[in-house]
């Protein structure tokens, strides 16, 4: 499976984006998805997942009630819906792909390349 992020970019603090995730290949279906950030200086962090069939969300504490993740298995495809950004939001945005919706980094048998989202105060 090979993935590619897109959406990012700046915005201020108090508004949206919606990080798209694009997967090649006709397994897309048979993997959970996640999202996870990176900001300069910082470990990789978890911020959402979600199963195979949608069925099952998870989300960071940080983040909930503000990021929405869904996918259409039809468009081979997870977005992140991010509302209400706050500065400390600032990162790199990565999909992965795996067996099961972890919030470990090392559950994830494949990444997309990351997209930039910077929130201004």
């Known amino acids: 499976v090979q993935l590619q992020a897109s959406g990012g970019g700046l915005v201020q603090a108090g508004g949206s984006l919606r990080l798209s995730c694009a997967a090649s290949?006709?397994?897309?279906?048979?993997?959970?998805m996640g999202w996870f950030r990176q900001a300069p200086g910082k470990e990789r962090e978890f911020v959402a997942a979600?199963?195979?069939?949608?069925?099952?969300?998870s989300y960071a504490d940080s983040v909930k009630g503000r990021f929405t993740i869904s996918r259409e298995n039809a468009k081979n495809t997870v977005y992140l819906q991010v509302n209400s950004l706050k500065p400390e939001d600032t990162a790199v945005y990565y999909c992965?792909?795996?067996?099961?919706?972890?919030?470990?980094?090392?559950?994830?048998?494949?990444w997309g390349q990351g997209t930039l989202v910077t929130v201004s105060s």
């Open positions: 992965a792909a795996g067996a099961t919706g972890t919030t470990w980094p090392r559950g994830y048998d494949y």
């Open positions: 290949g006709r397994t897309f279906s048979r993997y959970a």
């Open positions: 979600i199963s195979w069939s949608g069925g099952s969300t």
